[in-house]
């Protein structure tokens, strides 16, 4: 076997189990966008055109949620920031790619393409076929997540009311909410815009939404700054 | 010619945004700054629109005028299981669990 096959095997033997991992998402993301009501083609688009799970999904809610366009937009970009480290992390390793490779790998980037590419390059596996090795591990992502998509929209009518799958969304950014909580302030922000956003769901158009996120990234900022910031 | 609905702007905005970001070293080769309050507010936009998202959907109230103590209980337990693992899989096992439990429990 040719050492550029021998990374992609590595590639793709590495992301198997991750793939059990994901189709839940995916579907999650389909059964989302059926329920928000953007069809088909919106549905798939997001996932082809963002390719990124956890922004996909609260986009759709926001949507969903009537939220104004920018606050959609700001939420997805922030969700995907951590995208620009694993960038900024991978980049040294791929320097010598032309254009097109370096390209077609940063629309493919994902926290699982990185972790395991990371964990790749800097061990002594690492060799010129690492671009080979990330390509085996991000392109069944890819595949996975169209498929699994596509599947949770058409089959997302067909899922008995009664299972209340629809409770899964809450349910991840509950996680994902515990997981982007790591101070004091952060905890102040999450329950000044819990709050609000509850008191203010009577508000129209996602405005009660929008008002309380923003009310609580400024209680964020105001008990950081009080603390005397770090 | 058809009326192209406007979400494909934000769908579109929201792609682009994020090959920037996927992009930023890997094809663009320079990093990006940004001014030190916008950095601080950035940091509180997940913890505040993820609260602002989950609360309103954990505190549904039924056509009858009661809160649905189920959702809420399952909230409750699933954001403890989120709270100690940080993983989704184990939250998302744990409140779907708790929620059918409950209905199981108490038939409406």
């Given at each position: 076997?040719s050492?550029?096959r021998q990374?992609?095997?590595a590639?793709?033997?590495?992301?198997?189990p991750m793939m059990?991992a994901?189709?839940?998402?995916?579907?999650?993301?389909?059964?989302a966008?059926l329920?928000?009501?953007?069809g088909?083609?919106l549905t798939?688009g997001?996932?082809?055109?963002?390719?990124?799970?956890?922004?996909?999904?609260?986009?759709i809610?926001?949507i969903n949620?009537g939220?104004a366009v920018?606050l959609?937009?700001?939420?997805a970009l922030?969700?995907n920031?951590?995208?620009?480290?694993?960038?900024?992390?991978?980049?040294?390793y791929?320097r010598?790619l032309?254009?097109?490779?370096r390209s077609?790998?940063?629309?493919?980037?994902t926290?699982?393409?990185?972790a395991?590419t990371?964990s790749?390059v800097?061990t002594?596996?690492?060799?010129?076929?690492?671009?080979?090795?990330?390509?085996?591990?991000?392109i069944?992502l890819?595949?996975?997540?169209?498929l699994s998509?596509a599947?949770g929209?058409?089959?997302?009518?067909?899922?008995?009311p009664d299972?209340?799958l629809?409770?899964?969304?809450?349910l991840?950014?509950?996680?994902?909410?515990?997981?982007?909580i790591?101070?004091?302030p952060?905890v102040?922000?999450?329950v000044?815009?819990?709050?609000?956003?509850?008191?203010?769901?009577?508000?129209?158009?996602?405005?009660?939404?929008?008002?309380?996120a923003?009310?609580g990234?400024?209680?964020?900022?105001?008990?950081?700054?009080?603390r005397?910031?770090d | 010619?058809?009326?192209?609905d406007?979400?494909?702007?934000?769908?579109?905005?929201?792609?682009l945004?994020t090959?920037?970001?996927?992009?930023a070293?890997?094809?663009f080769?320079?990093?990006?700054?940004?001014?030190?309050?916008?950095?601080?507010?950035l940091n509180?936009v997940?913890?505040?629109v993820f609260?602002a998202l989950?609360?309103?959907?954990l505190?549904?109230w039924?056509?009858?005028?009661t809160?649905d103590?189920?959702?809420?209980?399952a909230g409750a337990?699933?954001?403890?299981?989120?709270?100690?693992?940080?993983g989704?899989?184990p939250?998302?096992?744990?409140?779907?669990?708790?929620?059918?439990?409950?209905?199981?429990?108490?038939?409406?």
């Open positions: 076997m050492p550029r990374a992609l095997a590639g793709l033997k590495a992301v198997a059990a994901i189709t839940p998402f995916g579907v999650t993301a389909g059964v966008g329920d928000a009501g953007l088909p083609a798939m997001m996932s082809m055109i963002v390719f990124a799970g956890a922004s996909q999904l609260a986009s809610q926001l949620a939220a920018p959609v937009v700001l939420t922030i969700i920031l951590r995208m620009l480290m694993y960038s900024a992390h991978l980049a040294p791929f010598h032309p254009l097109g490779w077609l790998m940063a629309y493919v980037l926290d699982q393409a990185y395991l990371i790749r800097m002594e596996d690492s060799d010129r076929f690492n671009h080979w090795f990330f390509l085996g591990v991000g069944p890819w595949v996975v997540w169209q998509t599947f929209y058409w089959a997302g009518t067909a899922m008995p299972w209340e629809g409770f899964i969304v809450p991840i950014f509950l996680a994902l909410l515990m997981m982007s790591n101070s004091r952060g102040i922000a999450a000044v815009a819990g709050s609000l956003s509850v008191l203010g769901r009577g508000l129209p158009a996602g405005l009660g939404l929008t008002l309380a923003l009310a990234i400024a209680a964020g900022v105001l008990a950081e700054g009080r005397g910031g | 010619m058809a009326a192209i406007p979400l494909w702007w934000v769908v579109g905005l929201i792609g945004g090959f920037v970001w996927r992009g070293f890997l094809v080769g320079r990093g990006l700054r940004m001014p030190d309050l916008v950095r601080r507010g509180y997940p913890p505040a609260a989950v609360l309103p959907g505190m549904q039924q056509a009858d005028g809160l103590t189920p959702r809420l209980i337990v699933a954001g403890a299981v989120a709270w100690r693992t940080r989704t899989i939250t998302l096992i744990a409140g779907m669990v708790v929620l059918w439990s409950l209905r199981a429990l108490m038939p409406v």
